[in-house]
């Protein structure tokens, strides 16, 4: 591949939609720009976009070639960063993508110190619950609940995030404390469904202990949002399952109580974070990295446990 401009110029369009808007970047022409992509185009034999006076969008060709060197062009941009500043130097941006609630509660909080500890850093946060594909995507880091397949990804476990139901004094005054899973049908529930339609279940251990079975969940309201729906919880509108990381604050303040704690499975969920497998990280990426576990490893939030909460947190 000799036509490095043409790839360059590919790739700004390619994210912003325009030629103008590539140029800009590039410190080119519009006309350039133009003339890159169409020398491009006839190299490799296809056509990458199709334009009109008013759009400029990808050929599903144009989408795969762009996927495929997505990562090669990062790998090159930190090449470039490796060599052109002084070893161990976090210059440059990095990018990343975190589920909303997680991210506004845990992660923005820590930016500030990382900024000022790194004055030529430069971060872009993606505030999104769906799926990511971080190579073809461009992020550096991703924080997800789960374990995200892929042998090119390194996975570094923040914590394990129990699930707990819980619901309003108020509310629980007014309906009564459920003893038992079959008490739910006389109760409102909150429940969870994806934008992709997936419900989240609500699990409860065996007599034994040996396993959990799933309850028949019908809800009277269902969110794709897991703050918003701790909020309804909060104003008494039923019982909710969520993550006893958020639960926490209301907990304290006597805003919620844990319901059926003794019998509901709390799941093996964990939170982790997630950066491409590379021989040579970049820095800029290895200190974000490194300072993002290390504060999130400060929140005692993260680490709560639903068999060690005080009894004042129970419904009774």
Do not use: C
């Amino acid at each position: 591949m000799k036509n490095f401009y043409g790839l360059f110029s590919f790739t700004e369009a390619a994210a912003a939609g325009s030629f103008t808007a590539a140029a800009s970047k590039l410190n080119l022409t519009p006309a350039a720009v133009s003339k890159n992509i169409a020398r491009l185009e006839s190299q490799l034999g296809v056509r990458l976009f199709n334009r009109s006076t008013r759009q400029l969008k990808l050929t599903a060709e144009g989408e795969a070639f762009r996927a495929r060197t997505a990562a090669a062009l990062r790998a090159l941009d930190e090449a470039v960063a490796e060599v052109s500043h002084a070893r161990g130097a976090a210059v440059g941006r990095v990018r990343i993508s975190v589920g909303v609630s997680f991210g506004r509660h845990y992660l923005l909080p820590l930016l500030p110190a990382l900024l000022a500890a790194h004055p030529e850093l430069q971060v872009e946060v993606s505030l999104d619950n769906r799926a990511v594909d971080m190579l073809s995507e461009g992020f550096d880091i991703a924080i997800r609940g789960g374990v995200i397949e892929g042998s090119s990804l390194i996975a570094r476990r923040i914590a394990r995030l129990p699930l707990v139901l819980v619901a309003s004094p108020e509310y629980l005054r007014e309906k009564g404390v459920p003893s038992a899973m079959a008490d739910l049908k006389r109760h409102d529930l909150l429940g969870v469904r994806s934008s992709g339609g997936e419900e989240v279940p609500w699990r409860f251990l065996k007599p034994d202990r040996r396993g959990s079975i799933e309850a028949p969940l019908t809800a009277r309201l269902w969110l794709s949002d897991p703050e918003a729906l701790l909020g309804l919880a909060v104003e008494n509108a039923g019982i909710a399952q969520v993550g006893l990381h958020h639960a926490m604050p209301y907990l304290r303040t006597k805003r919620l109580k844990v319901v059926l704690g003794e019998v509901h499975d709390a799941g093996d969920r964990e939170i982790v974070l997630h950066y491409p497998h590379r021989l040579y990280l970049a820095p800029r990426v290895r200190v974000t990295v490194d300072r993002l576990l290390a504060g999130l490893a400060k929140n005692q939030d993260l680490y709560a446990k639903p068999e060690a909460l005080p009894k004042r947190f129970m419904a009774s």
